[in-house]
C-alpha cells in the first residue's frame, strides 16, 4: 500500500498548482483521503480532505474559496487544485488516506497511510 503525493514546485503569488495524490496496491475509492501541509517549524495542518462514501469535502478557513479537492475514480487519484496561492502557503503538502469520522477529518492521528510529500514554494 503506497501514497506518491506529486504536482509541487515553485509559483509566483496568485499562482495556481494542481497537486495529484496516487495509490499503489489500493483503491483510494474506499478511503477518506486527506491533503495535510507542514511548514518548517510549524505542526502538520490539514488543507482538504474528501470522504470515500459520499464525497463529502473539507477545508481548512485558510484555502476556502481558493483549493478545490476531488476524485478521479478512472486513475486512482485525488486532486488538490490550488488557486490564488499566497508565501503561506508554501509547505511540503502530503496525501493520506484513513476512515476518519466526519469530526475528526482534520487530525492527522487518524490518517492510516501517508505519501512521501510534495514541495510547494510560493515566491516572487
Known amino acids: 500500500v503506497q501514497l506518491q503525493a506529486s504536482g509541487g514546485g515553485l509559483v509566483q503569488p496568485g499562482g495556481s498548482l494542481r497537486l495529484s495524490c496516487a495509490a499503489s496496491?489500493?483503491?483510494?475509492?474506499?478511503?477518506?483521503i486527506g491533503w495535510f501541509r507542514q511548514a518548517p517549524g510549524k505542526e502538520r495542518e490539514a488543507v482538504s480532505a474528501i470522504t470515500s462514501s459520499d464525497g463529502v469535502t473539507y477545508y481548512a478557513d485558510s484555502v476556502k474559496g481558493r483549493f478545490i479537492i476531488s476524485r478521479d475514480k478512472a486513475k486512482n487519484t485525488v486532486t488538490l487544485q490550488m488557486n490564488s496561492l499566497k508565501p503561506e502557503d508554501a509547505a511540503v503538502y502530503l496525501c493520506?488516506?484513513?476512515?476518519?469520522?466526519?469530526?475528526?477529518?482534520?487530525?492527522?492521528?487518524?490518517?492510516?497511510?501517508w505519501g512521501q510529500g510534495t514541495q510547494v514554494t510560493v515566491s516572487s
Open positions: 496496491g489500493f483503491s483510494l475509492d474506499y478511503y477518506t
Open positions: 493520506a488516506a484513513g476512515h476518519p469520522i466526519i469530526s475528526a477529518i482534520s487530525r492527522p492521528s487518524i490518517y492510516g497511510y
